[in-house]
């Protein structure tokens, strides 16, 4: 039976031609929002109705084509993910917020929500399935698939974890950068 070590990867995600990245990097700025809908932004560190959504995962076009590199860490319940990529958010968690949306917080806040990786068709599997390094699949949490949506009163795009009542589920492209890929902070584990 494969370990975690063995089934776990570096990769990025893509929709179509755009990556998945923060939106304050796809942005090249921080990604201010006025929870009350299209008022300006003048003074965000005064306006007690602003919030920073830098840190919120997207796939939105953007000044970089960059994508985030991200750590599929296997566990019995599924993959967790965290932040590969040099910068400001390395070796941060990848959650899903309570409304549901996807951002990247310190493990010490949160820990990172788990994911599941399915075909298109919608069978399960792990990374011994997927032979190639780029792959079409389907991202999921507790059932619910990752797609891409708007959050009221923004102008940006976000990554949301949604039931499939209405839609069909979004197919992502995985590129596998690395496989068999150890803890950080255990780089001899088996």
């Given at each position: 039976?494969p370990?975690?070590?063995?089934q ?70 599924g993959y ?19 409304h ?35 792959q ?7 059932g ?10 923004t ?12 839609q069909?589920?979004?197919?992502w ?8 890929v ?9």
């Amino acid at each position: 039976m494969p370990t975690h070590r063995q089934q776990s990867f570096l990769a990025t995600l893509w929709l179509k031609n755009r990556p998945v990245n923060t939106l304050g990097t796809l942005l090249g700025k921080p990604a201010w929002v006025n929870w009350l809908g299209n008022v300006p932004v003048t003074v965000p560190h005064i306006v007690g109705t602003v919030r920073d959504d830098s840190a919120m995962l997207s796939c939105q076009a953007g000044i970089t084509q960059a994508a985030l590199t991200l750590y599929f860490r296997h566990t019995p319940g599924g993959y967790q993910l965290y932040v590969r990529e040099p910068g400001a958010y390395f070796g941060q968690g990848v959650v899903i917020h309570g409304h549901a949306h996807l951002g990247v917080l310190p493990v010490e806040t949160q820990a990172p929500s788990r994911f599941e990786l399915n075909k298109p068709s919608g069978e399960h599997i792990r990374l011994g399935d997927l032979r190639t390094d780029s792959q079409l699949i389907i991202l999921a949490s507790q059932g619910a698939a990752i797609r891409r949506a708007r959050r009221p009163n923004t102008r940006y795009e976000y990554l949301m974890a949604q039931h499939q009542a209405v839609q069909a589920p979004q197919p992502w492209i995985l590129k596998i950068r690395e496989r068999n890929v150890p803890w950080l902070s255990n780089p001899g584990e088996a």
